[in-house]
């Protein structure tokens, strides 16, 4: 059975475990970030299943000590398959009495807290808004406790390597790291080969942390711990066979630009303008200069879309990227594209909002921006990426329906998929369809008007062709020869026409599938983007318990695939969770004119599993 | 291999109706360029005319050349993308005071520092012409417009000093009418590897009729226009008879007239068009105190943004070797599951 909630704690500490929750937590300046992601590769060479959620503050550097400066990363690992970060924590390492009392009410009670008591100064724990120490006063009666001189350890294990101490106390994230590989029997030899890679001009810093980790480790292994902890072995996952590595989804999404850019036989120009979360897309193409794509830091949000649409008339595919309110301030753009009918992609990763909101906090709520964020009629394709290692797949389609239909594609992701890493199965490039750009190149009866009968897409001649020399523009133009036109008629034909190429796309997308169930049934749960695996794990849940509830995930939100209003007719409930005050469930009810229920959160923070499997219930009464 | 056809005028020339105003100064501009054109050797379609808004942003559509008439301001951006993706194509940017200097004023900054290879010519006419009239960012201050009929209260902004300012390489001004010294200016800008910023004094016969006659009056032109040749003396008024000295306690430009308190030619200061501190006053001078500098103020080329962004992605390439996504998506730690 799928359900997954033991607790690793348990009365016996030999028996193996399904899976376990680990956050690792502290100040942003203690390596948490570091700590979790060495974590996840040793977990992932263990043969877990894995994801993980990376919950960093926007301060780069808060105040030592200050709650609002706690940066945790958290790994659901197991034996089954893993589809979210996790719901509880079945451990939590805590570098000081802030990253406690922010975390501790996700721990489940019985859990495990690994605690740095060093850090447990007077001063922090006022920081922290404790009037007295948790760690001595009985508080944490309900949790097993194992209070650890941390800091003095690492300094007694880094000392013959003459650090100062503000260097050899920055080597504690990894001692406590060496601490939770044994206690969950990881290898950390990756971990040694990542920190001589980092550290390969600082020998000292290098050899210090290794030091630090296999001290660490030792400890742990010397039975220094409390009786009763053990190492917990976690079996390895059935998972897909395969060749993996892990991948975020801002990497899978750069490498997918970069697969559909081949596949389509053209260069990429990308420009963008630095907004978190979605820097990273940028960071990483950046990094990849031997592909064909040109990356571009612009001035400001206009000026990288405006980039994008001059790189894409001159023949390369122009994309940019950015968050919220950054691609408000590309929609003035965004509408020139659809006016010319250029291809262009346009990705958006979501983040808390209204204004600067939670920057690096998750949310779905730019759904509506996608759709409708624009001036006038500008109806665009829009698609969501689910998962981070979907991101690669969608980046591709997103590519292929720019260049074929001629238009802008907007491609939703956010700041989960973003920065969450999950194992993917690395793709093969070979098993792609191509989709080759052709570039018109013929004068005879050229018009820059012109339209492929099927598909719509207006005709992309490129500068440097000659005999095509043609102007387009923001005016409207004319159906048949593109110049400017002010006639009445002309336009209603010319706003028929854009429609009816974005709508008629419906042609050239897959239908509908059931991502888990049947096609009809009591109930459907609705989800788009990267609710999946929330989504996933608790219908699998209640359908193991009997229920007749099914999961449909929707990639294409515009235009939605062509079978989605009947299929979703086939069902009696139907429930649409959203990291939104109810985005898509009002385009369902006014599209297909069906009774959705919705279930929205909108804290910053993905969807628990429990909260939907709550939801289910609601709808369908308790399952046994 | 036939010779390539020699084009004319003509053939850059769209059939498309100019509906600029009757005696509006975009006119001559038009033509000036539409003929030198062919005198550049470019072939046709390796030309691009992008622009944004506004009077001036017409442009594209009267040249028989690739063109994109953009959104407001936008169009550095534009053409700045548009020489990433293929710096092979001759870009020129036209715009207008208020379309590169108010909306677009940040783009324009930044097309200037980064020294992107493009011709950027900005039509200085003082005012919105396409909206009606109301004053711009170049407007005297003062200006009665629609927007300010009790007259404008922001000080005016000298495109000449924004450009200079920005990092500009190249640096000139000229005036509507004035075909046979804006010819062979544009030409210089063409020939300029790297961002050129060519100021044209422009008039709008509509909305702010007159505003450079001081300079362009061929009777008070002696007084009130500098022209700068590179290597010339700062010469001007009737029969050159008065030039600018460099005040060293000022550290400024001043007028002087020959033969007056033994001021001789030697006193007269030399133009320089890579003496940038030279190019800063010349670009600041306004009537009524001195002459107003016309001609290439600044030409001193470095590489352009877009050179440098192709020689870095070959270094790359170079170092990594062909680059295989299959391979990439290889790379690092990687496990097989049986």
Not at chain 1, 52 to 79: H, N
Not at chain 1, 236 to 262: D, H, M, P
Not at chain 2, 157 to 166: D, E, Q, R
Not at chain 2, 241 to 261: F, S, Y
Request: net charge negative.
């Amino acid at each position: 059975m799928a359900v997954v909630e033991s607790i690793p704690v348990s009365e016996d500490p030999d028996s193996s475990f399904s899976s376990v929750v680990v956050r690792f937590a502290g100040d942003s300046g203690d390596g948490m970030q570091l700590t979790g992601s060495n974590f996840t590769e040793a977990t992932a060479l263990h043969g877990n299943d894995l994801a993980t959620f990376p919950d960093f503050p926007a301060e780069i550097r808060a105040p030592a000590g200050a709650t609002f400066g706690v940066s945790a990363f958290q790994i659901y690992f197991g034996s089954d398959e893993v589809t979210t970060a996790g719901d509880d924590v079945d451990v939590l390492v805590v570098m000081n009495p802030a990253a406690l009392i922010t975390n501790l009410k996700d721990l489940l009670v019985g859990g495990m807290i690994i605690a740095d008591q060093d850090a447990f100064t007077s001063r922090n724990l006022s920081r922290a808004g404790y009037t007295s120490n948790p760690l001595e006063d009985g508080s944490l009666d309900a949790y097993r406790l194992i209070s650890i001189d941390i800091t003095k350890q690492v300094i007694r294990s880094v000392e013959p390597f003459g650090l100062s101490h503000k260097f050899a106390v920055r080597c504690k994230n990894m001692w406590t790291l060496g601490l939770v590989m044994w206690l969950f029997d990881r290898d950390k030899q990756i971990t040694i080969d990542n920190l001589n890679t980092k550290f390969a001009l600082k020998q000292d810093i290098a050899k210090a942390n290794i030091a630090a980790l296999n001290a660490g480790h030792s400890y742990a292994e010397t039975a220094e711990l409390p009786s009763g902890v053990e190492v917990y072995k976690i079996q390895k996952a059935e998972v897909e066979k395969g060749l993996y590595r892990n991948t975020t989804g801002s990497e899978a999404l750069a490498f997918g630009l970069i697969a559909g850019g081949q596949l389509a036989d053209i260069s990429l120009t990308f420009a963008s303008y630095p907004i978190t979360p979605a820097s990273s897309l940028l960071h990483t193409l950046s990094a990849h200069k031997e592909f064909d794509v040109v990356t571009f830091q612009a001035e400001d949000e206009i000026a990288a879309a405006c980039a994008a649409i001059g790189a894409s008339f001159a023949g390369s595919l122009g994309i940019t990227s950015s968050s919220g309110p950054g691609i408000s301030l590309k929609g003035e753009a965004i509408s020139l594209a659809c006016a010319t009918e250029l291809p262009m992609v346009i990705v958006s990763t979501q983040r808390g909002g209204p204004s600067t909101g939670l920057p690096t906090k998750t949310e779905q709520s730019d759904l509506n921006q996608a759709l409708y964020g624009r001036h006038a009629d500008t109806t665009l394709p829009v698609i969501a990426s689910s998962t981070p290692g979907n991101c690669f797949d969608v980046a591709i389609e997103a590519v292929r329906l720019a260049t074929k239909f001629s238009t802008p594609v907007l491609l939703l992701s956010d700041g989960y998929l973003a920065n969450a890493s999950e194992p993917w199965i690395i793709p093969d490039l070979n098993d792609y369809d191509s989709f080759k750009v052709v570039h018109e190149t013929n004068p005879e009866g050229f018009s820059p008007a012109n339209r492929d009968e099927d598909t719509l897409a207006r005709v992309w001649a490129k500068p440097g062709t000659p005999g095509l020399e043609h102007r387009i523009g923001g005016i409207e133009k004319d159906f048949e020869t593109g110049d400017i036109s002010y006639d009445a008629d002309n336009h209603q034909k010319m706003t028929d026409v854009r429609k009816a190429k974005i709508d008629g796309i419906v042609r050239f997308i897959p239908n509908q599938e059931v991502s888990l169930g049947n096609a009809q049934g009591e109930l459907v749960v609705v989800g788009w983007g990267s609710t999946y695996g929330a989504i996933h794990q608790a219908v699998k849940r209640c359908r193991a318990r009997g229920a007749d509830v099914s999961h449909i995930h929707i990639r294409y939100l515009l235009p939605m695939p062509g079978n989605l209003g009947e299929l979703l007719k086939g069902y009696k409930k139907i429930l649409v969770p959203e990291l939104n005050t109810g985005q898509l469930v009002n385009v369902l009810r006014s599209k297909y004119l069906i009774d959705a229920e919705q279930l929205n959160k909108i804290s910053g923070q993905p969807f628990k599993i429990r909260e939907l499997v709550e939801g289910i219930h609601s709808l369908l009464g308790e399952v046994k | 291999m036939n010779a390539p056809e020699k084009l004319t005028l003509k053939d850059f020339a769209t059939d498309q109706e100019v509906r600029w105003c009757p005696g509006c100064g975009d006119y001559a501009i038009l033509k000036c360029v539409q003929k030198l054109m062919p005198e550049l050797g470019v072939p046709k379609e390796k030309i691009v005319f992008v622009s944004g808004i506004g009077c001036s942003s017409r442009f594209p559509y009267y040249m028989n050349t690739y063109g994109f008439h953009t959104i407001h301001g936008r169009a550095p951006a534009i053409a700045t993308g548009v020489k990433l993706s293929n710096p092979e194509l001759d870009v020129w940017l036209v715009t207008g005071d208020g379309d590169g200097l108010s909306i677009g004023g940040n783009h324009m900054l930044h097309v200037l520092r980064r020294n992107v290879d493009l011709q950027i010519l900005l039509f200085n006419n003082e005012i919105y012409g396409l909206t009606k009239g109301q004053y711009s960012p170049t407007s005297q201050l003062g200006t009665h417009s629609p927007s300010t009929p009790d007259g404008s209260l922001d000080k005016p902004l000298n495109p000449c000093s924004f450009a200079m300012g920005s990092g500009a390489r190249f640096v000139a001004r000229t005036i509507d009418t004035e075909t046979k010294h804006m010819t062979p200016l544009l030409k210089r800008a063409h020939e300029h590897k790297g961002a050129s910023f060519v100021e044209i004094y422009q008039n709008c016969p509509v909305y702010n009729d007159g505003i450079f006659d001081y300079v362009k009056d061929k009777k008070r032109a002696a007084e009130t226009r500098l022209v700068v040749e590179h290597g010339k003396p700062l010469l001007f008024g009737v029969d050159n008879q008065k030039g600018l000295r460099l005040n060293i306690q000022m550290l400024g430009l001043e007028v002087v007239t020959l033969g007056e308190d033994g001021v001789t030619e030697s006193d007269i200061m030399v133009h320089d068009e890579t003496n940038r501190p030279l190019a800063n006053m010349l670009a600041e001078l306004r009537t009524p105190d001195f002459p107003e500098a016309i001609g290439v103020l600044y030409c001193n080329p470095e590489q352009s943004y877009v050179n440098a962004v192709r020689q870095q992605i070959e270094v790359v390439r170079a170092k990594k070797g062909i680059a295989d996504l299959n391979d990439l998506l290889r790379q690092g730690h990687t496990w097989q599951v049986e």
